[in-house]
Structures are given as C-alpha cells and as structure tokens.
C-alpha cells in the first residue's frame, strides 16, 4: 500500500473541494493515484446526485455579472437544498465562477457543457454534489446584450440584468435603479407587446366576470374590461410599471430623464422560481 502524505491529501482537496478525509480515503483507495483518486471522488458525487434528484432544490446562490464594457450581461442560480449549503463562501465562490462561464456561453446547455478545470460544469456539478451532500444544480440562466447593461443582486436570491439604448453620462445609477425595479417589482415583461396573447385573453375573461358580478350590462364589457387590462400593462410591465423610488414616474420616463433612452430588454431570476 502507497504512503499517502498530508501534502497529497491537502493537494486533492485543493482540486476537488472534497473534505481531508474524504480525500484521504480516496488516496488510499487509489493507492495513491492521484487521478484515479479524482475519478473516485467524482464516482461518489453521481452516487449521491442519483440518489437525490428527486429533492428540491429551492435555496441557493443568485449570481448578476456584467462584461468589463458592460455590453453583456448574465444572471444564474446555482441550487442547493438547504439555506446552510447556499450561504456557504464555497459554494458562493462556485456560482460566481459559473456566472463568469456565462458570460462566455449564449445556452444553459453550453454553459453546462463549457469547460470547468478539464471535466464540463456538468461534471464539476456531480463532483460538487458528492462534496457537499446535498443536490446541486443550475437552476437558471439567462443573458442578454445591449448598448449597455446593469445589474442588481439582492440578498443573494434575485438577480437581475437590464439593457438600455445606449451608454450615456449617469447610465450606470439608472441602470441599477431599472435592475433593482426588475428584482422587487418581478414583472411579467418588457412592456405590453413582450405579454403573451393567452395571458391577456384569460386577465380580459377575469375581468369580465368581476364584471358581470357587479352587475354591469354586458354590451358595457368589453369596453371596461380594456381599460382594466390597461392597468393590468402599468402594473405588470417593466417599462409602464411606477419607478419604486418616485411613484409619479414610469420606468420609461425615468429613464428619459437622462436622454433618449429606452430599456431594451431585463432578465431576473430567482431562488425556487
């Protein structure tokens, strides 16, 4: 049996994030083989990921990045099943690493297959899981380009991106303002052409039968109901939304109030979501 020295042990927990005696049982399993030590490890992540693929993953990292021209935006949650796990500076680190592949993957499958240390992110998720003990996943990805694109991270469980119209003077305070609407306001999209047809057809059904409850003549329907999916637009929105931090503003005239400038496009993403 090979010697197995605490350099070495401290040397695959380096590479693999496992714990010193996990590693050092894989080292003596191994004989020492250090390669053959990995391909144990990450054997012992697929046994836990199988046997716990059917858990929820709920808790979590939710990671906003930004290129250095801030042209490219990514956002994406790293799953895990406990709170305890997602807070952990590890696991943080693991999803800022991925966040950072994302911006250099247009897919969540590219993203997953883009390499991560000579094995896929895929892989180094399995590898991950069998560390940890819990199941981990990509829960989200999303991207986006534009003249020029903000973020916002709140507590770690939304994360969120904007594209505005062009890159001007005070762009960045309102882009994080329009990012930070995005997080608490969670609208359903950029404005009324981004709402799916079936949305509005099942909120113009709603509001006719609130309608018809109040007794209200039915060749009077249609009419009123428009008006309230007007409103149904304003609230749920982005650019027609109320600007949180001066309710007598939309978004849209917010953002004019540095140029003519327009948002363009916003992804947000959240824990369990």
Known sequence: MAKITAAEVNKLRKTTGAGMMDCKNALVEANGDFELAIEILRKKGQKVAAKRADRASTEGAAIAIVNSDNTEGAVIVLGCET???????????????????????????????????????????????????????????????????????????????????ANVDGIDEVAKDVAMQAAAMNPLALNEEGVDQEVIAKEIEIAKDQLRQEGKPEAMLDKIAQGKIKRFFKDNTLVNQAFIKDSKLSVANYVKSIGDIKVVDFKRVALGS
């Open 83 to 165: 709170d305890f796990v997602g807070k952990n500076d590890s696991f943080v680190d693991l999803a800022k690493e991925l966040a950072e592949k994302a911006l250099n993957s247009s897919t969540k499958e590219e993203l997953l297959n883009a390499d991560f240390g000579g094995i896929t992110v895929a892989e180094k998720l399995i590898e991950q899981t069998g560390v940890i003990g819990e199941k981990i996943e990509l829960s989200a990805f999303e991207k986006i380009n534009a003249p020029f694109v903000g973020s916002y991270i709140h507590s770690g469980k939304i994360a969120t991106i904007v594209g505005l119209s």
